[in-house]
Nanobody
Framework: QVQLVESGGGLVQAGGSLRLSCAAS????????MGWFRQAPGKEREFVAV????????YYSDSVKGRFTISRDNAKNTVYLQMNTLKPEDTAVYYC???????????????WGQGTQVTVSS
């Protein structure tokens, strides 16, 4: 059984930074791609970033490219999302997810965390 626990969310001013962490239990983390998604109030959940099992390849949504960085530490069973130059439109609940395929589609992810709130004030 896989459990994912996000942390690191909070309130930050526009232009600031936050680093989210997602700690995973289970034995499959190091062999699985990991993704970050987010859901803003009144909107559908959307893809943010994905990283392959080795960390060699990453992919970002256009809205965060150049500002966010996804990384992982397989020895610690943890994936990170470094968020810089935050904007009010980045306000959302951020979810990490573990999947079989490293895609942008929610359906390709088997396990989800409970989410962590990120609020960016203007």
């Amino acid at each position: 059984q896989v459990q994912l626990v996000e942390s690191g969310g909070g309130l930050v001013q526009a232009g600031g930074s936050l680093r989210l962490s997602c700690a995973a239990s289970g034995r499959t983390f190091s062999r699985s791609p990991m993704g970050w998604f987010r859901q803003a109030p009144g909107k559908e959940r959307e893809f943010v970033a994905v990283i392959t099992w080795s960390g060699a390849t990453t992919y970002y949504s256009d809205s965060v490219k150049g500002r966010f960085t996804i990384s992982r530490d397989n020895a610690k069973n943890t994936v990170y999302l470094q968020m810089n130059t935050l904007k009010p439109e980045d306000t959302a609940v951020y979810y990490c997810a573990q999947g079989r395929l490293g895609t942008i589609k929610e359906d390709d992810y088997n396990y989800w965390g409970q989410g962590t709130q990120v609020t960016v004030s203007s």
